[in-house]
């Protein structure tokens, strides 16, 4: 089983970053996939998350900004992020939530400068 994100970088305050999450060797439904960020010296949150039913939550520090969408057939999930702020710098992580099982992917780094 692999997560493997993409899309992180370095941009500046107000500017858009559009993150996916490639899940692979999964053989059962992913019920949920979510994006969850850690910044320095703070724990990781829940940024947001979707079911494969399509019904989502969000942080409220994403409310308004972010929007999470999955393609099911592909196992992939998306994060567009807007209006980013310096205090959106993070690494943002992939979860892949099964009936038994979660997993995690790398991680990717999105940093939020002028």
């Known amino acids: 089983v692999q997560l493997v994100e993409s899309g992180g970088g370095l941009v500046q305050p107000g500017g858009s970053l559009r993150l996916s999450c490639a899940a692979s060797?999964?053989?059962?439904?992913?019920?949920?996939m979510g994006w969850y960020r850690q910044a320095p010296g703070k724990q990781r949150e829940l940024v947001a998350r979707i079911t494969d039913g399509g019904r989502t939550n969000y942080a409220d520090s994403a409310k308004g900004r972010f929007t999470i969408s999955r393609d099911n057939a592909k196992n992939t999930v998306y994060l567009q992020m807007s209006i980013l702020k310096p205090e959106d710098t993070a690494i943002y992580y992939c979860k892949a939530q099964l009936a038994v099982q979660n997993y995690w992917g790398q991680g990717t780094q999105v940093t939020v400068s002028s």
């Open positions: 060797g999964i053989t059962s439904s992913i019920y949920v």
